[in-house]
T-cell receptor
Framework: DAGVTQSPTHLIKTRGQHVTLRCSPI?????VSWYQQVLGQGPQFIFQ???????GRGNFPDRFSARQFPNYSSELNVNALLLGDSALYLC?????????????FGPGTRLTVL | GENVEQHPSTLSVQEGDSAVIKCTYS??????FPWYKQELGKGPQLIID?????GEKKDQRIAVTLNKTAKHFSLHITETQPEDSAVYFC?????????????FGKGTHLIIQP
């Protein structure tokens, strides 16, 4: 079975632009989470979606938004990009929504903001 | 919210020796503790996890121990091999279930010297 897939692999944007990142979870998984990983740091939680509803949100500004579709895939949107948004954006899928559910990560999208 | 501290930041060991990475967490309600391995250019890969009703778990050369009283958990890798070289992250759930996502440590760069 395919793992978590993300697109695009790499992306270069300029300050002020917006970006949309996409994620497809493992087949059968209903929950998708998004994380931001700045170089040299651990991933930081942005959002968790389950059954198309936002179930959790980390400490990120309103420029960050996401949604989950009926097929459980998800999009992360970032508006008014700042240089500090340059990072690896990771998507993780889990079977259900609970603290103990194993999260499986995709390869990430490397976003560079110039 | 949850805070996870991870040590050391860099660990160099001779091939065949053991490696130990330690993490502490702050939220006594946390009950799920996964460890991830991240190779260059890839997303984090789950290698082992432990839940709060278990004190130790082993999977071949990898083991994790948990001390809930002291709020710390450790990863032990025995008979290290060159392919063990990577960045390792510990993580913990925040209180409130899955809505807070995983809180990660800052990572340990494990170097296996031939």
């Amino acid at each position: 079975d395919a793992g978590v897939t993300q697109s695009p692999t790499h992306l270069i944007k300029t300050r002020g632009q917006h970006v949309t990142l996409r994620c497809s979870p493992i087949s059968g998984h209903k929950s998708v989470s998004w994380y931001q990983q700045v170089l040299g740091q651990g991933p930081q939680f942005i959002f968790q979606y389950y059954e198309k509803e936002e179930r959790g949100r980390g400490n990120f500004p309103d420029r960050f938004s996401a949604r989950q579709f009926p097929n459980y895939s998800s999009e992360l949107n970032v508006n008014a990009l700042l240089l500090g948004d340059s990072a690896l954006y990771l998507c993780a899928s889990s079977l259900e929504f609970s603290a103990g559910d194993t999260q499986y990560f995709g390869p990430g999208t490397r976003l560079t903001v110039l | 919210g949850e805070n996870v501290e991870q040590h050391p930041s860099t660990l160099s060991v001779q091939e065949g020796d053991s490696a130990v990475i330690k993490c502490t967490y702050s939220d006594s309600a946390s009950n799920y503790f996964p460890w991830y391995k991240q190779e260059l250019g890839k997303g984090p890969q789950l290698i082992i996890d432990i839940r709060s009703n278990v004190g130790e778990k082993k999977d071949q050369r990898i083991a994790v121990t948990l001390n809930k009283t002291a709020k710390h958990f450790s990863l032990h890798i025995t008979e290290t091999q060159p392919e063990d070289s990577a960045v390792y992250f510990c993580a913990a759930t925040a209180s409130g279930g899955g809505a807070d996502g995983l809180t990660f440590g800052k990572g340990t760069h494990l170097i296996i010297q031939p």
